[in-house]
């Protein structure tokens, strides 16, 4: 079914402050839902929600806890999340960190104590909007395998990057795994196959059954157990495909959050406390030359390289490129919602007696 955005982002809006949020923070968490759904990112817009709801109930998510600043210099922040969501603290961290590059170049925010943040582009864009730089990592639950082992022990780790450009700016946004979990949670619900090498099983063989691959992934993720398997890192399976690469990216990421927050490794949020943390930068390259020519610079390089020789009937996008015609397109046209997932809302609408977003037909 097709919703349109502004039904989704009011309806979602409702939902948060029926769960004890305020109204500021409700709004900010549609808002990432909204806009995840808008770029094509359904593995991180509105299927979230249930997944959200039962972190509430279960006491993870803490919706009255402040935000802590901890530590805090002309450069930096330490942040406590104090077990509410991450958008919550990253929106007042990433507030914080543009000032500070502003008058610094540079700034750096580490947040502990957290939950799932959204999509970290969300917050690098936040940075590219006034012109700088910004960088968004987080860490996950363990979802993926190792170069060579056979259960899952590092996160997804979402990895961030934008960089001012026309007509939009440059936004890399992406798992340092093949693939994130929400991705194959969302053809589980569409009882769609796994398109490529995701996934394996316990034995290192390649998944295709999105079903299986995500009965492993929960299990991995949500409880003290493993079936053995899970997300493959970037390059696949095979070493000799240098999957120590995309093995060797999850691991900064992890440095970068669960180690330099001094929380939990992606390897442990299964079991006991369960904390996310996330690191966020941002960069004001003014510094280095003028905004505009640099702007101008970063465009002519894009263009170039979307102007390349390519495959007949293909084109080459540039990072963002997908996700802004998705924008544009879901503005006018609403967001795609799955079967399953629709399902969802209209019981979470029932359940807490607010109205669901219309089909539109």
């Not at 991180?44 to 802590?68: C, E, F, S």
């Not at 190792?146 to 007509?167: D, Q, R, Y």
């Not at 003014?286 to 390349?308: C, E, H, V, W, Y």
């Not at 967001?335 to 399902?343: E, F, G, M, N, R």
């Amino acid at each position: 079914m097709k919703i349109k955005s502004t039904d989704e982002l009011h309806y979602l809006q409702q939902v948060f402050i029926k769960k004890g949020f305020s109204e500021a923070d409700s709004n900010l968490l549609a808002d990432t839902l909204v806009d995840a759904d808008l770029r094509g990112i359904s593995s991180h817009g509105i299927q979230r929600l249930a997944w959200y709801l039962k972190m509430v109930d279960d006491g993870t998510i803490q919706p009255q806890n402040q935000v802590k600043i901890l530590k805090e210099s002309a450069t930096s922040l330490l942040v406590d999340a104090n077990q509410n969501m991450g958008q919550i603290a990253c929106n007042l961290s990433m507030d914080k960190l543009i000032e500070k590059a502003k008058q610094s170049v540079i700034s750096m925010a580490v947040i502990r104590n957290s939950n799932h943040f959204g999509t970290a582009g969300y917050w690098a864009r936040k940075a590219v909007t006034p012109g700088l730089i910004g960088i968004a990592f987080t860490n996950t639950r363990p979802l993926v395998v190792p170069t060579n082992a056979l259960e899952a022990f590092l996160g997804s780790n979402a990895f961030a990057f934008t960089f001012p450009a026309k007509p939009h700016p440059f936004v890399f946004d992406g798992a340092t795994s093949v693939v994130s979990g929400g991705k194959i949670q969302v053809l589980d619900k569409k009882q769609q196959p796994l398109p490529g090498e995701w996934a394996v099983d316990k034995d290192r063989n390649v998944v295709a059954d999105a079903k299986e691959a995500e009965d492993i992934l929960a299990t991995a993720a949500l409880t003290p157990n493993q079936k053995g398997g899970g997300v493959l890192t970037l390059g696949g399976s095979a070493e000799h495909n240098s999957n120590y690469k995309g093995f060797g990216n999850s691991l900064v990421v992890e440095i970068l959050t669960g180690i330099l927050a001094q929380g939990s490794i992606s390897a442990d949020t299964n079991v006991g406390k369960h904390d996310f943390s996330q690191c966020l930068l941002a960069i004001d390259p003014s510094f280095f030359g003028n905004l505009d020519a640099l702007r101008d610079k970063a465009t002519d390089m894009f263009n170039r390289i979307r102007n390349l020789d390519h495959l007949p009937e293909t084109e080459i996008k540039i990072p963002g490129d997908r996700e802004y015609r998705n924008y544009d397109h879901n503005l006018k046209h609403g967001v795609s919602i799955d079967d399953v997932t629709a399902s969802q809302i209209q019981k979470i609408a029932n359940d807490l007696a607010v109205p669901a977003p219309s089909e539109i037909k």
